[in-house]
């Protein structure tokens, strides 16, 4: 499902016998494959779930991937799949709905399901009892409809009682039926979640594509086509009550396998005939879809925990094994250079698993010939005759280990609440899963039914208590108490219930010391993020003990910061005193003097500097302080060093003067020269000699990175008559470096004037300004200023694409070499675009080109703004200092930003530092490359970014 697999020519419509392709598989020796359904009984399968009675309800897509003929009804539907004879195999079907367009997840839910079908989620309740839905209600509107591959699914009932759906990838907002758009929510970078009844809905950790799955202690993981397991370590209300943080994504990859060039992904051993267009994504994860923590017995003790992931490109089933590690996980497969399951035939299209209720694995199938996306494919196959071919074909594999005895269906709609409650600590994660979602529902109906859960929360295995505690907590307990109870739990899962339902006055310092000191780093970490709930004199003794023992694991040091707010001087304060004999790690440190110099009075932080001078690390505490500093403004650095008495002042001085000279020093590693540069510039800059240093370091360092800060440093702290300097010797400085300036010269009216001084004299080339900074100075809020910048600019300004494209497609579309064209790249391109690991992952991956012909690209690259994926549209963000930075948002969590520049820099951007977000509308990359790249050169450009998977010489073309 992802646009890297090279789409076969399947010869004939025929599709091959379900006994073909069973006999084309492989699997680990000892399991057993058998198919318990296909057509005409269901059809292009791609989620499903059992219900109580263990009936396999299954949504299936016959209209992917073009959706049905205009005017034609769609094909999606509801079956619900039964097992008449109880041998295992499907015998009959129904129709539980139809006329659904790539309806893709469903989650049952009283008397009907819930359904993801952008841009929608309903709710198809059946209230009659008939087997039909005969009640339609939408919950949530607003879902992107990209690609059907891309769309939001997969909804799971979590243990807090909410529904958690996978995004999709593409962002896009989400709403409450019937809310106005002032309501909406974004998903950019994010997943969603929702009350059953819709009456809430809000953001949460992600984003997935097409998976999504908790194990059977609530942890959740997400794929999407190159990353086959990501767990989300924590949720973004943990980092929000701190706005001062910038925590970047708050999901990791677990898996062992090194992921590939390129961004591809992990390793996989398929044994079908696929073959990639580039050798750089041969044999790697493209198309990871369909996730499942798998809790049953029937494939054996030792497979039951295994998160499985299929590939359908890939025609395999990939296995990984959990174990954990701090607040996360780590994983592993435990076949060796093979799958756990694979066939030769093409037609094997797994996409998404189900854990059957008598513990076997079952493997839904779409049986396609061909499972690309159209998009995806080069423009003359778009319209082949193979694409449909096997939508009205579907099938759905069992996996079992031979020798294991199937687990007995049980009738769970037959239980009574005694029952139902006993079932929460089964080992069988269909009949536990079935039993919670039971009594959620009817949580407000079964009498007796909080004794019951009560008895069990005390008494019963710790899967039991586990979710017994959150069904207490659903049913009202008096919450106070029942965190009480969940701590006192002596298993570390219980206890975290304890701390997830917490709120203020909940919680002691004393109880949450307690925990942390079990030894356990997961619960130290949970600890450590409960924190927040405490009073701010209780939580800094909590969080120094966590931070002294635990500071080494980078999501524990996450969570003490999350927790930090308001304590930030404290806590710091507490860990240098406390720390001897122990070692703190350095960014926990620095990041705590950030937010300190962020955020306290200036007249405060000459303490944290005397302290910072007796430690070991003076250079990272004094770093992070005055890093804070400069982000409030660069006035706050001025006012920082008036506050300080006669001799702090005069120390101060020394120290920078002492790290100015480490700058220098060309033997000293570039992290340090960096830093040591940072400290000495931001506290002596202002100093007539040590500007002198630094305009000696901007125009003389050999390191290009030392000499961009160099110019950052003397914009910030040069007079307004001395910006100019900035700009003398402009034609000999590092264009890395000019495009630097150009930057800070946007947020910098002086530093502006100076440039467009240049650019009058001569001195400046008006081409160094591209046509997006000219738009923005043309812009200034200074009128005078931007009516400047409109006079002198006017040539940035590209001229009417269409005009150009014509002018450009007679020469530049004719021939063209390769090699050549890899010139014309790393000049005009490989700031923002990765091919053959020449360049930077900014924008798009421009490296798979076999889906654009020639004259796609030419008008890709001329007029990059007629077609812009939405994830790559440029924002201008305005930072609390006053600083603008221009790129693509590539994360959000929490109200923060990873935001990535043109040149490649990542930056986390905390809630508390960024000012404004304005979409610019447009793409990042610049119009106006005709400036710069002849027809001729052109032409070599697209014959490069066809052909160079070729230049190797190993990668065989299309047909040869």
């Not at 071919?389 to 031979?402: E, M, Y």
């Not at 400046?764 to 409109?790: I, S």
Request: hydrophobic share 40%; with cysteine; charged share 25%.
């Amino acid at each position: 499902m992802a646009p890297l697999w090279m789409v076969l020519v399947v010869f004939g419509q025929q599709a091959p016998t379900t006994e073909a392709v069973r006999a084309s598989m492989m699997a680990p020796p000892g399991m057993e494959v058998a198919l318990v359904a296909s057509d005409p009984l269901v059809r292009s399968p791609v989620a499903g779930v059992f219900d109580a009675r263990g009936r396999l309800w299954v949504v299936e897509m016959p209209d992917y991937p073009t959706g049905p003929k205009p005017g034609e009804k769609p094909g999606g539907a509801i079956k619900i799949l039964q097992d008449d004879d109880g041998d295992g195999v499907f015998d009959s079907a129904s129709n539980f709905a139809d006329g659904l367009l790539f309806a893709n997840g469903l989650m049952l839910w009283k008397d009907g399901v819930i359904v993801t079908c952008a841009p929608e989620v309903l709710y198809l309740r059946d209230t009659d009892g008939d087997g039909k839905a005969d009640r339609r209600t939408v919950l949530l509107e607003g879902l992107a409809q990209a690609n059907p591959q891309l769309r939001p699914s997969f909804p799971l009932l979590t243990h807090d009682g909410w529904v958690q759906v996978s995004s999709g990838l593409r962002g896009g907002q989400v709403w409450k039926a019937g809310e106005t758009a002032k309501n909406q929510i974004s998903l950019a970078g994010m997943d969603f979640r929702f009350r059953p009844d819709g009456s809430a809905v809000e953001a949460s950790t992600g984003p997935g594509q097409f998976g999504n799955t908790l194990d059977a202690w609530g942890n959740r993981f997400v794929c999407d086509n190159r990353h086959h397991l990501r767990h989300v370590v924590m949720e973004t209300a943990v980092v929000q009550g701190n706005p001062l943080l910038a925590p970047g994504e708050l999901l990791v990859d677990v898996a062992g396998e090194e992921g590939g060039p390129l961004s591809s992904g992990g390793k996989v051993y398929p044994i079908s005939r696929n073959w990639t267009t580039s050798n750089l994504h041969a044999g790697r994860f493209t198309a990871a879809s369909g996730m499942l923590a798998f809790q049953g017995a029937g494939l054996g003790k030792e497979h039951q925990g295994s998160v499985f992931t299929c590939d359908p490109t890939g025609n395999l089933v990939h296995e990984e094994r959990l174990s954990p590690k701090g607040l996360t996980f780590s994983a592993r497969s435990p076949q060796q250079e093979r799958e756990f399951l694979a066939a030769k035939d093409e037609w094997f299209r797994p996409v998404s698993l189900v854990e059957a209720p008598d513990g076997s694995l079952l493997i839904l199938d779409m049986a396609r010939a061909v499972i690309e996306h159209p998009e995806f494919m080069p423009p003359e196959l778009r319209n082949r005759p193979d694409l449909l071919w096997g939508r009205d074909q579907g099938r759905i594999w069992r996996v079992r280990a031979s020798g294991v005895p199937r687990s007995p269906i049980r009738d769970l709609t037959q239980l009574g609440v005694q029952e139902l409650v006993d079932c929460l600590g089964d080992a069988s994660g269909w009949v536990r899963g079935t039993a919670f979602r039971l009594l959620m529902e009817g949580k407000q109906g079964h009498r007796g039914l909080t004794e019951l859960l009560m008895a069990k929360a005390l008494k019963g295995p710790p899967l039991a208590r586990f979710h017994a505690v959150w069904l207490l907590a659903a049913c009202g307990l008096e919450r106070k108490n029942l965190v009480g109870m969940a701590l006192a739990d002596g298993d570390d899962h219980v206890a975290e219930v304890g701390l997830a339902l917490a709120k203020h006055g909940d919680l002691t310092g004393d109880q949450l010391v307690s925990l942390a000191g079990r030894g356990s780093e997961r619960l130290a970490g949970k600890v450590a993020q409960a924190a927040q709930t405490l009073a701010v004199g209780e939580r800094t003794g909590v969080l120094t003990k966590i931070a002294l023992s635990h500071s080494e694991d980078a999501w524990i040091r996450l969570s003490v910061l999350a927790s930090a707010q308001g304590c930030q001087r404290a806590l710091l304060a507490g860990l240098e005193s406390l720390s001897a004999g122990k070692v703190v790690n350095a960014s926990l440190l620095k990041e705590l003097a950030r937010q300190c110099g962020r955020s306290l009075p200036v007249q405060e932080l000459g303490g944290i500097l005397e302290g910072a001078y007796s430690t070991s690390g003076t250079e990272v505490l004094v770093g992070g302080l005055l890093l804070g500093l400069t982000q409030r403004g660069n006035a706050a650095v001025g006012d920082f060093l008036a506050s300080l008495p006669p001799g702090a002042k005069q120390k101060l001085a020394a120290f920078a003067m002492k790290q100015m000279a480490v700058a220098q020093d060309q033997a000293v590693p570039l992290v340090k020269r960096l830093e040591a540069l940072f400290i000495g510039g931001t506290v002596n800059g202002r100093e007539e000699g040590m500007s002198g240093q630094l305009f000696r370091v901007l125009r003389e360092d050999a390191e290009a990175q030392v000499r961009v800060r160099a110019a950052g440093l003397l914009a910030g702290c040069l007079a307004e008559d001395r910006q100019r300097d900035l700009v003398e010797g402009w034609k000999a400085q590092l264009p890395v470096v000019r495009s630097e300036i150009l930057d800070l010269a946007g947020g910098n009216f002086n530093l502006a004037r100076a440039v467009l001084d240049g650019v009058e004299a001569g001195a400046v080339p008006v081409t160094d300004l591209d046509a997006r900074r000219a738009a923005r100075w043309m812009a200034f809020a200074d009128l005078g200023l931007a009516d400047r910048a409109k006079k002198l600019l006017a040539a940035c300004i590209a001229a009417p694409r269409d005009g150009v494209i014509a002018q450009y497609k007679g020469r530049a579309l004719a021939g063209g070499d390769a090699l050549r064209g890899r010139e014309v790249f790393a000049r005009n391109c490989a700031s923002c675009h990765k091919v053959e690991g020449l360049g930077k992952d900014v924008g798009p991956d421009i490296s798979d080109t076999r889906t654009k012909t020639e004259e796609m690209l030419l008008g890709d690259i001329l007029d990059p703004n007629r077609a812009i994926d939405g994830a790559y549209v440029a924002q201008t963000v305005t930072t609390a200092s006053g600083r603008l930075r221009v790129g693509v948002i590539k994360g959000a969590s929490g109200g923060s930003i990873t935001l990535v520049l043109a040149d490649g820099t990542v930056e986390n951007l905390a809630r508390g530092d960024i000012e404004e977000i304005v979409s610019t509308g447009k793409s990042l990359m610049p119009e106006g490359l005709e400036k710069t790249i002849s027809p001729e050169q052109m032409a070599d450009l697209i014959r490069y970014l066809k052909d160079w998977r070729y230049l190797d010489g190993k990668t065989p073309r299309a047909g040869g």
